[in-house]
């Protein structure tokens, strides 16, 4: 059992912030201890990584390769050279698009898409199938974001060339059927790229074992800073790739008609590096597995479950997804009978209550739905039952306070 009110200690901004901050699957909070991972570096080895020979850029090197390193342990990868170091998830998706879809597909593939997508998922691949002529074709969901047989059936076949889908959905929370997913996938030679960016930060993921072939996550949803992100792919698949931006460190040599690449990982990785980012992010998995995703899961599950039952007895309310708690991976997403999404946030900030509205990067999931747009609370394991008892009351009687 986590002792919540020592945890929020560590986060410089909890410790006095007078409201309920329930936004956390847009952004995290982060703990003193990446702050300072990020100070010591700026401090003590800030100097442009992989590009000297004197010993404070050779320390930076080192901070930013460790880091690289920690990555690969955290998500279980054999080799740190598969981790790429991005801006965000979104990113990471878009390079896998522009370099593996583009290089890769043609007119009479398929590309399978989950209609779960966020948009970072989604639109990449609209792209590639607009420019290579392959069809993209969307794996519909279930009310509460499951598939059925027939979809996965119908939606991966012997057309189809890659995979795309998040393990968990921005907007319901669901868990996708990752090694199902996979092995279908697999069995007919299509590639699969996962969106771990909710999931990573609530949950123990090991790329190697889910057999995915990409991984994408950020790092300022699991605690880190803003500006860093990763893909791990497959090395047999990342020597294929062609660099998805040029300059800086990402070539071995240059000549007046062409260039000769980097070995991956740097390959992708052109201009100047966010070492201090890389570190801040191996610093909040440090804290992430110090606190244990066991106790995480079993706080941010007590949370989910609470919330749903308090909104269950609200007249007019009606929340999306599973009915069970344990499928909803710390997202809340509900509607409010005769009041719009954004007037619902509005009313929920003035009782102290910070939460999400609108479509959530999810257009299409959300038109699937029935809806154009919703109200989003979502956990982390730093937030407490008070904090969701009082969205609760504000919720309580907030159609009332509307007039209905």
């Known amino acids: 059992m986590l002792d919540v009110q020592k945890i929020r200690q560590d986060f410089p901004l909890l410790r006095d912030y007078g409201e309920a901050y ?33 010993p404070l850029s050779l320390a930076a090197t080192e901070a930013y390769e460790n880091s690289r390193a920690r990555v690969a342990r955290f998500i279980g990868a054999t ?8 801006r965000n998830a979104s990113e990471s998706l878009n390079l896998v698009a522009y370099t593996y879809g583009l290089s890769t597909l043609k007119a009479g593939d398929e590309v399978a898409v989950s209609i779960l997508e966020h948009h970072s998922n989604l639109l990449p691949w ?13 794996l519909d969901c ?19 060339k890659l995979v795309a889908v998040t393990h ?12 199902e997913i996979v092995e279908r996938a697999h069995r007919v030679g299509a ?14 993921v090991n790329a190697t074992k889910l057999g995915v072939d990409f991984l994408a996550f950020s790092g300022h949803k699991l605690l880190g800073p803003m500006g860093i992100g ?14 998805f931006l040029t300059g800086g460190e990402m070539i071995e040599s240059v000549t007046r008609t062409g260039a000769t690449y980097a070995e991956v990982p740097h390959k992708f990785e052109a201009g100047t590096v966010n070492a201090a980012g890389a570190v801040g992010l191996a610093a909040a998995i440090d804290y992430l597995e110090k606190i244990g995703f066991t106790d995480m899961m079993a706080q941010e599950e007590l949370l989910v479950a609470r919330a749903m039952e308090g909104i269950a007895k609200i007249p007019g309310i009606q929340v999306l997804g599973s009915k069970d708690p344990r499928n909803h991976t710390g997202i809340v997403n509900f509607l409010v009978d005769g009041v719009h999404p954004h007037d619902v946030a509005e009313i929920l ?56």
């Open 126 to 138: 609209q792209m590639v199938c607009k420019k290579t002529g392959a069809t993209l074709r969307y």
């Open 349 to 404: 900030e003035s009782d102290g209550v910070n939460v999400r509205s609108g479509h959530h990067c999810a257009q299409p999931l959300l038109q699937h739905l029935g809806c154009r747009a919703s109200t989003r609370a979502s956990f982390l394991f730093y937030n407490t039952t008070d904090e969701v008892d009082r969205l609760v009351e504000s919720l309580s009687t907030l159609r009332g306070r509307m007039g209905l």
């Open 168 to 179: 968990v959905s921005n907007v319901l929370g669901c868990v996708s059927p990752v090694e």
């Open 191 to 204: 590639v699969v790229v996962l969106d771990g960016a909710q999931s990573v930060p609530h949950m123990p």
């Open 142 to 160: 279930e009310p509460d974001g499951s598939f059925s047989e027939q979809t996965l059936d119908e939606g991966i076949n012997g057309k189809t």
């Open 22 to 54: 329930l936004d956390n699957a847009a952004t995290a909070q982060r703990p003193q201890c990446v702050l300072d991972a990020i100070c010591d570096f700026y401090c003590n080895s800030n100097a442009n990584p992989l590009r000297g020979f004197y």
């Open 79 to 86: 080799n740190p050279s598969e981790v790429i170091f991005t």
């Open 230 to 243: 990763v893909l791990w792919g497959k090395m047999e698949l990342l020597e294929q790739m062609p660099p």
